[in-house]
């Protein structure tokens, strides 16, 4: 995905479904990402999808 190098993409309702999983691609491809959801299961969710593949910060 090189035309989204140096971009950051903010995804909302992001703990489950599609947007979960284009987060997670968005990640493993390097793009910074900031998450959102009104759901409390996202942190658990960002867990799992950082735990091999980055970084978070809370």
Do not use: Y
């Not at 493993?28 to 910060?57: F, N, P």
């Amino acid at each position: 995905m090189e035309r989204l190098n140096r971009k950051v993409a903010i995804i909302t309702a992001s703990a489950s479904g599609m947007d979960l999983a284009g987060a997670q691609i968005f990640i493993k491809e390097g793009i910074e990402v900031v998450l959102t959801d009104v759901a409390d299961k996202l942190q658990d969710r960002v867990g799992e999808i950082t735990a091999d593949d980055g970084w978070i910060s809370n």
